[in-house]
């Protein structure tokens, strides 16, 4: 779609290096987002139950104090407790283009394009954004002891 929508326009002989450029480039965001995701978010999953519900918030369900048996140790629970409370803090020191950007690529899973479209910049500023809040992010929880 990339190519027919971008590069409808240029000779036939450039087709195929530019479908290569943009699968590649493609595939290599692909990657990066799910690198991020699952270093930030792999334990987010633990305190999924196993009801189909696609509404699941981790965090309103800390909140409201729900706890999966497989997590009843206190220590663990508190541990959990106490990490995302420190990481919802530091989403909430990043600046602002930076935590939408991050929030809307790697927390409600939306690709370049729409994140783009979503924030009215380039893609190569959403990226941007998603880099430096997720340098930013690991350097602030690193240093507070969290290893993820």
């Not at 590649?24 to 699952?38: E, G, I």
């Not at 140790?73 to 930076?98: A, C, K, M, Y």
């Not at 990226?127 to 969290?146: E, M, P, Q």
Request: proline share 3%; with cysteine; charged share 30%.
């Amino acid at each position: 779609m990339k190519l027919a929508e971008h590069y409808g326009h240029k000779p036939v002989e450039e087709l195929p290096m530019l479908f290569q450029r943009i699968l590649s480039n493609s595939t290599l965001d692909w990657f990066r987002r799910q690198k991020v995701k699952n270093s930030l978010f792999s334990s987010f999953s633990d305190f999924q139950s196993d009801t189909d519900d696609d509404e699941f918030d981790v965090l309103e369900s800390l909140a409201n104090g729900v706890q999966i048996a497989e997590f009843d140790n206190p220590e663990t629970s508190s541990e959990r407790r106490q990490t995302l409370i420190v990481i919802e803090g530091e989403l909430l020191l990043l600046p602002d283009r930076q935590r939408e950007a991050f929030l809307m690529r790697y927390w409600e899973d939306m690709d370049v394009t729409e994140t783009a479209a979503a924030m009215g910049c380039s893609e190569g500023s959403v990226k941007t954004h998603c880099f430096r809040a997720v340098r930013t992010l690991s350097d602030a929880l690193r240093s507070k002891g969290i290893k993820l």
